[in-house]
């Protein structure tokens, strides 16, 4: 509540994004720099292969933004940002975020950052007396869903790849950190995201690049997997909300409910840059795949009074028109440093 008066009555208040150079990360930075003009933002990034300051352009002339190049994994970094600054508030979007990275290249880097990261930044914000710690999960702690049904904030944890178990470890870590501590910590857990200046290794954006390019469209195992897509920027609006008022020590789920499946995410993209389905290949599936997510918000939409702005039509064509209109963007990010990254990800398959 200190929070939302602060925000509510524009007085300024200093905020550590972490991973703010990353997908989700920049738009929230965006997001908050435009709807409140006195904020102070500080973000710490390591700027892995996922982490482009390009995202960030515009915003990093604002004199209110800073960056810091670091590690949250390292507590040598982590001392020297909280030693440089007194935060009201800390959001931790820093991860690794890729489940085929998780199972391919193996899960210790995940631990690291997405577990030991994590802990390193709650002990820091119960130190120096951060008012507020939010901490950016995923619908994917809970594990698969039949045919039937949607995960809420009492579904039992039962992530199924490395990649979901360390993000499970470290919502762990937070609930202990609130429970034996006092840390006032919320924990959000959101649907797949997608929209601008996504890595283009995930689903959409993956295969809004290819078929632009009239590449194959790699749709893994039968295409039939369910995920509930949610367009970035209402995301950004929920964290916003859960920053400002949501209860300390709870979690809060966020989805737009769009369940879709994957092989009708891929025609919707073809059909809407008007190229042909010839270019779908369906490849080997991914080890342990999970079925289907669908998530159950109504606490964050009946509580915060949180609800998407976005279609799920409306959202695709904008995020189509925005990797039309930033094609350099996307070269860029699609060569050099990442071009090996490219051909070791999906050899095989
Ligand atoms: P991303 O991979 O685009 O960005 C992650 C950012 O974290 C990058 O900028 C990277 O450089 C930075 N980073 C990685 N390791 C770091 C470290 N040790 N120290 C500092 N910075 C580090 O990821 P994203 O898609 O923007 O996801 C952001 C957060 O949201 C993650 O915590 C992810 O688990 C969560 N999430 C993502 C989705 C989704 O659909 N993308 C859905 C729900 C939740
Ligand atoms: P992804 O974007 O990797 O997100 P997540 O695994 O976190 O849900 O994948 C979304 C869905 O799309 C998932 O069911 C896997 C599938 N997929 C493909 O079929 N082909 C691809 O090339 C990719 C990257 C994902």
């Not at 709650?122 to 939010?134: C, K, N, P, Q, T």
């Not at 797949?192 to 194959?216: R, S, V």
Request: aromatic letters at 10%.
């Amino acid at each position: 509540m200190v929070l939302q008066n602060q925000l509510d009555r524009g007085v300024a208040m200093k905020i550590l994004v972490t991973g703010g150079a990353g997908f989700i990360g920049s738009n929230f930075i965006r997001y908050m720099m435009e709807a409140y003009p006195d904020i102070e933002i500080v973000n710490m990034d390591i700027l892995t292969y996922a982490g482009n300051l390009e995202n960030l352009a515009g915003i990093d002339e604002n004199p209110s933004y800073a960056f810091f190049r670091g590690d949250i994994s390292s507590s040598e970094d982590v001392g020297k940002i909280f030693s440089s600054h007194s935060f009201d508030a800390v959001v931790n979007f820093a991860a690794e975020s890729h489940v085929d990275r998780s199972l391919h290249f193996g899960p210790q880097v995940f631990i690291k950052t997405n577990i030991l990261g994590t802990q390193l930044l709650l002990d820091a914000a119960r130190e120096s007396g951060v008012a507020r710690f939010v901490q950016i999960s995923t619908d994917e702690v809970y594990g698969s869903l039949g045919p039937e049904g949607s995960f809420s904030e009492t579904t039992p944890l039962a992530p199924n790849n490395p990649y979901a178990a360390t993000k499970a470890g470290a919502d762990f870590m937070v609930r202990a950190a609130a429970h034996s501590h006092g840390v006032d910590a919320v924990v959000t857990r959101c649907s797949n995201n997608f929209g601008p200046y996504q890595f283009p290794e995930k689903l959409i954006p993956l295969m809004i690049a290819n078929a632009m390019e009239d590449k194959e469209l790699p749709v893994y195992g039968d295409g039939m997997h369910v995920r509930d897509w949610i367009h970035v920027r209402d995301h950004c609006k929920a964290v916003d909300a859960v920053l400002r008022s949501g209860r300390p020590g709870d979690v809060y789920n966020i989805g737009s409910m769009y369940d879709v499946p994957n092989l009708e995410v891929v025609r919707t993209i073809l059909k809407h840059l008007n190229k042909p389905e010839s270019l779908i290949r369906f490849v080997k599936d991914r080890p342990g795949h999970d079925r289907r997510y669908a998530m159950d918000a109504t606490k964050i939409r009946d509580e915060l009074g949180w609800t998407p702005d976005n279609t799920f039509d409306d959202a695709i064509q904008k995020t189509i028109d925005w990797y039309l209109g930033n094609r350099s963007w996307l070269e860029r990010v699609r060569s050099g440093k990442y071009a090996s990254y490219y051909e070791s990800m999906y050899m095989g398959r």
